[in-house]
């Protein structure tokens, strides 16, 4: 068994691919119309074969008070590994990323949680090398 794929609800899809492709660095894996929507999934460059993210519509009605409470909570919807917490950090805030939570160290890994622009909190994280 293995992730194939994931979803995270976006408030407008275009604006979503443009985040995640052109801030964020994944590229577009599947962009196909569906009515009024699309299925559209990105991947990591790195692992272009690996899981893909839906950027699904945001639409249905429990959608908006499950991710406005996360949102209030400060709770990441979802988790991105990098090798380089501050180093994304920098990239991201010199594109005008709004980060929530600076680069934090928390013991076993470094992690930061940024806006997506799109409803979400997403962290990313750097799991440290064990000495």
Known sequence: MRIQLTSI??????????F?????GFTTHH????????????????????????????????????????VEDGIPLAQFAVDDV???????????VTFTQPPTDIGP???AVLDDTCGNLIQLIAPKTPA
């Open 31 to 70: 962009d196909i119309p569906l009515g009024d929507d699309f299925w559209l999934t990105v991947v990591s460059p790195d692992a272009p074969d690996g899981p893909e993210l839906l950027l699904e519509p945001s639409g249905h009605p429990a959608v908006k008070p499950y991710r406005d409470a996360l």
């Open 9 to 18: 609800y976006v408030d407008d899809q275009r604006a979503a691919l443009a």
């Open 109 to 111: 890994a470094v992690v």
């Open 20 to 24: 995640y492709t052109d801030v964020l």
């Open 86 to 96: 501050e180093s994304e950090y920098q990239r991201l805030t010199g594109l005008g």
